[in-house]
């Protein structure tokens, strides 16, 4: 995996922009261009002629000095002698290399590789080396991390993010509508207006719309789509009814588990199945799909647009990850969980919703694996299939903060656990209760 190679990764980054757009949950996929510039555009055009402003025209500053918790590097006992080079990957790393006299450390992220060699290869900034700086120097590890998630931004700019958003986990909506309504007022109306579409066609809705679902021309996908819709529920609702559908002792999940070897695997093969709507699946505002139903019968749905890969939403991915790493036996079964919130999705204040994502255990802290940043299908069946080479790694986000504005809880086949009101499993393990973070291999 090439500019996505994030295995490991330095970094203490916030706010990775990129999942779900104003009220749907995030199942938005990425295909992201190697080229990129630091600084993010901060004013968009849209196409009614108005400009919006972005986060950075706002007084949110996403990158203070709370947010850039580093005390996980300074314990970490930074060795005096290392050196930290950033290099534009489009550069000639290999040039630089041989001007060290030890490597310790490389990592590509982004539109940089980062090298952290011998303290005195003490090489100097020029067209290519954006930051040369101690390890030790925390003030320059800071700024590099602005850099990444400048550049970050800036990729997912480019992407289909925002406008591949699907109406999932509609009722969450309100509780959207009020978050957005308290931070950024004069957004209130905009994620009103979404959320009572979404509420209203979710209204008495048991069954799905087949006039709003994706007709395949293809003759190998002649199975009609389950037409019973998910019942309207609120975020806390949402967490219980999940754990319904994570069923790692199903014979069809743990005969598709062993065929990963390494979580690394199953993650792979979990982005390269594109995301689709509910919506044009199954006519549906909200349909939860079991991972025996999404490995089997999703493949051959007459409504999908992409015939003979799954294909769901961000939910239904994040179940049968979870269903899968628990039967692969590759993550013990309390050390994964299917996690439930509100992410912010791109760059503009309004654009935050609820999401569904996966999140492991491990060394001591939770991390976000989302499979929905990979491929994807668009409501008139257009397709985007990746390849393994433009795909985040599996542990990206145990070195990248993963945009998680509020969460709601989480659950998986034993245990859940909703944080507003403290509710959860009795014999709750003490640190399902711990959110997400990040670490420093430094």
Not at 27 to 50: A, L, M, R, V, Y
Not at 183 to 200: G, H, M, N, S, V
Not at 205 to 224: L, P, V
Not at 228 to 241: A, H, K
Request: hydrophobic fraction near 35%; include cysteine; aromatic fraction near 12%.
């Amino acid at each position: 995996m090439q500019w996505f190679t994030w295995k490991r990764f330095l970094s203490l980054s916030l706010l990775f922009i990129g999942f779900i757009l104003i009220t749907g949950a995030g199942c938005i996929p990425s295909d992201f261009s190697s080229e990129s510039k630091i600084t993010p555009s901060s004013q968009t055009n849209t196409t009614d002629g108005t400009d919006e402003l972005s986060l950075t025209q706002t007084n949110e500053n996403f990158l203070d000095e709370e947010t850039l918790d580093i005390s996980n590097i300074e314990d970490n006992n930074i060795d005096p002698n290392h050196w930290v080079l950033l290099i534009n990957s489009s550069c000639d790393s290999d040039s630089y290399k041989k001007q060290v006299k030890e490597i310790y450390r490389e990592r590509t992220i982004g539109s940089y590789t980062i090298l952290v060699v011998d303290a005195s290869s003490k090489l100097q900034t020029d067209a290519c080396i954006k930051m040369s700086f101690a390890a030790s120097d925390l003030a320059s590890l800071r700024e590099m991390i602005r850099f990444l998630q400048a550049d970050l931004q800036t990729q997912l700019e480019k992407t289909n993010w925002r406008s591949m958003v699907g109406e999932d986990l509609p009722g969450s909506c309100e509780e959207v509508v009020v978050y957005v309504k308290n931070k950024y007022p004069r957004f209130a109306d905009r994620i009103a207006t979404r959320c009572e579409a979404l509420k209203q066609q979710q209204q008495g809705q048991e069954e799905g719309n087949k006039e709003d679902q994706y007709q395949n021309t293809n003759a190998a996908c002649t199975i009609a789509p389950d037409p019973i819709c998910s019942s309207g529920m609120d975020s806390s609702t949402y967490i219980r009814y999940a754990m319904d559908f994570i069923i790692p002792d199903d014979q069809s999940v743990i005969s598709e588990s062993k065929t990963y070897k390494s979580i690394d695997e199953l993650y792979t093969f979990m982005q390269i199945q594109p995301w689709q709507s509910d919506t044009a699946l199954f006519g549906c505002a909200d349909k939860f799909q079991k991972p025996n139903y999404y490995l089997n019968t999703s493949p051959t749905l007459q409504s999908s647009a992409m015939c003979g890969y799954r294909v769901g939403d961000c939910e239904d991915q994040a179940l049968t990850t979870v269903s899968l790493l628990i039967a692969s036996g590759l993550v013990p079964e309390q050390n994964v969980r299917v996690a439930m919130g509100m992410v912010q999705s791109g760059s503009r204040p309004w654009e935050i919703g609820g999401h569904a994502w996966p999140e492991i255990y491990m060394d001591g802290h939770w991390f976000a694996m989302d499979p929905t940043m990979g491929s994807y299908c668009d409501e008139n069946g257009k397709c985007t299939i990746l390849n393994e080479n433009q795909l985040i790694n599996w542990d990206y986000f145990r070195y990248v903060n993963y945009p998680v504005v509020e969460y709601w809880g989480w659950s998986n086949d034993i245990y859940y656990y909703i944080t507003s009101t403290g509710e959860g499993t009795s014999g709750l393990p003490s640190f399902w209760k711990e959110k997400s973070s990040i670490i420093s291999p430094l």
